[in-house]
């Protein structure tokens, strides 16, 4: 590798990430291409010669940028954020300069330490108990996805039953979560081998916030065992997909010591918030659970991908998930003073994420990150209020964090009373596609109690007040154009 070749070629690369940000708003937020438009565009097979990098970085302008739905937009607003900053992407870049392959300490005692310290900074920012942090007797591990963390302390849980009373009982353990539990807890139960018929989804309902109350996962685990089960893995959740709903964590876990349940919080979107005083009292009772885990690829401005994932039990994960082959054999694991992370993950290979989450703490600095998502909250809390303001419109849920759940009332659909509901549900549906269609900005829809709604998730890094005003001035001239027509 020349290294002035590679200077030049470099400085170009970020000249061209600079410029795609300056104009990244100009652009169709969701891709407006179709299916299997990139393969009419691109040669049939790969280039027998080199090609500049000036030719690729045309190609890249001319047929993959269309292809993209621009997350990083200041007018992206669905699902939940992919916020992105300076010190993210140049993390990334560090990362991805070094390359290495940290599985083991040995293989690169940075990437292991790092990951330890930057851990334990962000669980003492949370206030999470010493019991899940390395400084106490738990620790930490950067994943790549919460699938990953939820299938990872799955096998834990799993294991530590099955090694007390034999493999042959795997089929009657239960999993249980609800009806607004991320469906990465089905897929790892799947992939852990639980039967299906034992993966528990329990019914929320609106008198309880769609929350997983105690007393349905008390009767849910009581109809098991005297189906002689044995209740194994409850997931709650702090901030769910379709409303950020938020599980009562104490009484859960109450519930689940008894039966020597594991439980796992999962707060992906919501665990950033945590770390403002103001917020921290959404996950009060972790204390009681035996892992917790956020993505700060979502909402804490870190590149994807970057799942933090913290253990109480260590030990229990390193049981389940670690192989030793004699080529791995070093002093340093057989002294076990060392922390191995490709124990605690499902692959061999890991990268060194644990560098661009090093960079975005140390140059935000804990109060800028605060104050940036406190930011978002209160765009959020200006996108409700403007709603609040036509009175063709409903907030579906309370909102709890950046996230605004709404819906066109069913009196606007014009339809009487026994298909009011129906009606309003074609309209909204409707409304977001004609939204999206537009290229002015990007939401997405969620579903309760039979009730399909809009959600506008505020999160993007470049997203400020004049955004969403604007975003809220498209929803009522596409809900205008809609009512014209019909």
Known sequence: MDSEEFRRQG?????????????????PVLSQVEPGYLRKRLPESAPYNPEPIETILQDVQQHIVPGITH????YYFAYFPSSGSIAGFLGEMLSSGFNVVGFNWMSSPAATELENIVMDWLGEMLKLPKSFLFSGTGGGVIQGTTC????????????????????????????????????????????????PKNFRAIKTTKSSSFTLTPESLQAAIDLDIQAGLIPLFLCA??????????????????????????????????????????FRHFIDGIEGADSFSLNAHKWFFT????????????????KALSTNPEFLRNKASDSKQVVDYK?????????????KLWLVLRSF??????????????????????????????????????????????SASGLGDGKANEGANELNRKLLESINASGQLYVS??????????????????????????????????????????
């Open 11 to 27: 400085h170009m690369i970020i000249d061209f990430i600079a410029d795609y940000y300056r104009d990244v708003e100009k652009y």
């Open 303 to 318: 590149t994807l991908d970057c799942c933090c994932l913290w253990v109480k039990n260590p030990n229990a994960l390193i």
């Open 445 to 486: 829809h969620g579903m309760v109690a039979g009730i399909y709604f809009i959600r506008f998730a505020v999160g993007a890094t470049l997203t400020e007040d004049r955004h969403v005003i604007a975003a809220w001035k498209v929803v009522q001239e596409k809900l205008d154009g809609i009512l014209a027509t019909s």
């Open 343 to 355: 124990d605690w993950q499902i692959t061999l290979s890991r990268r060194f994420r644990a560098l």
């Open 148 to 195: 990953e963390a939820i299938l990872c302390t799955l096998a834990a849980a799993r294991d530590q039953i099955l090694n007390e009373i034999g493999r042959e009982n795997i089929s009657r353990l239960v999993v249980y979560g609800s009806d607004q539990t991320h469906s990465a807890l089905q897929k790892a139960a799947q992939i852990a081998g639980i039967d």
């Open 71 to 74: 997350w990083q937009s200041p």
């Open 365 to 410: 600095g804990v109060a800028n990150l605060r104050n940036f998502l406190r930011s978002h909250v209160r765009m959020a809390q200006l996108f409700q209020e403007l709603v609040g303001g036509d009175n063709r419109f409903e907030i579906v849920a309370p909102r709890n964090f950046a996230v605004v759940c709404f819906r066109v009332l069913p």
């Open 237 to 278: 959740t702090v901030g769910t997909t379709a409303i950020t709903t938020v599980d009562p964590l104490g009484p859960l876990c109450d519930i689940a010591k008894r039966y020597s349940i594991w439980v796992h919080v999962d707060a992906a979107y919501a665990g950033s918030a945590c770390i403002c005083p103001e």
